[in-house]
């Protein structure tokens, strides 16, 4: 899927490069797995599931990388409040999906995330995060449009300096986590994850 496949919309290859050069993130590139390659530092968990991306189940440990929770800015979007949030969520297991509006296969993610937020809303914290920095053609209003065209409806955040990417250990765009109400990181996946896989490992993080 090509960045901008998505009905014409203009907010794909357009801000590929100043995503990469505002976050410092350089090596990007389509893989096999259904994510765009990016280097953030050493990876985290690995292996394949279903879904054929880099995927695992980590056992619950309570202490993970250390360098959780990280704190992020929350924009005022659908389903979210401007301010700030801790990822994960204290005591509540926690949905999180790191992500980028030039990424291509962040958009198909997104209508998997919105049916199992429709089932595990209630009791699931949920969050979207991206760590594009706002400049050079990108602003707030622009993550919003894409927030809302592609019906997120839960926390989005930002993360300019990738501090949430690097504490769990992302390489590439999805990247998406799950941690039990402990705030232990439960599984990871790199790559597009199906709603079967999500429903699998949100059930298995509920207490």
Known sequence: MSDDSDGGRTLGR??????????GLVGAGVVGSGAVDVDVGSAGTSG????????????SSGDDTGRL??????L?????????????????????????????????????????????GDRVAFV????????????????????RDHDGRWTLGHDPE?????????????????????GSVVWTHGGVASVETLDREITAALP
């Open 48 to 59: 394949a599931d279903a879904d054929g991306g880099g995927a695992g189940r980590l056992p």
């Open 69 to 74: 929770p990280v704190e992020v800015t929350t």
């Open 14 to 23: 357009r801000h590929l490069l100043a995503g990469l050069v505002g976050t």
């Open 162 to 182: 990738g501090d949430l990417l690097a504490a769990l250990g992302a390489t590439g765009l999805p990247y998406l986590a799950v941690t039990d109400g402990a």
């Open 76 to 120: 005022d979007a659908v389903g979210s409040t401007a301010g700030t949030a801790a990822v994960p969520a204290p005591e509540t297991p926690t949905v999180i999906d790191c992500f980028a509006t030039w990424c291509g296969p962040c958009v198909e993610q997104m209508d998997a995330l919105g049916r199992v937020y429709d089932r595990y």
């Open 128 to 147: 979207s995060v991206t760590n594009e920095r706002f400049g050079g053609g990108l602003g707030p209003d622009d993550v919003r449009a894409w927030w």
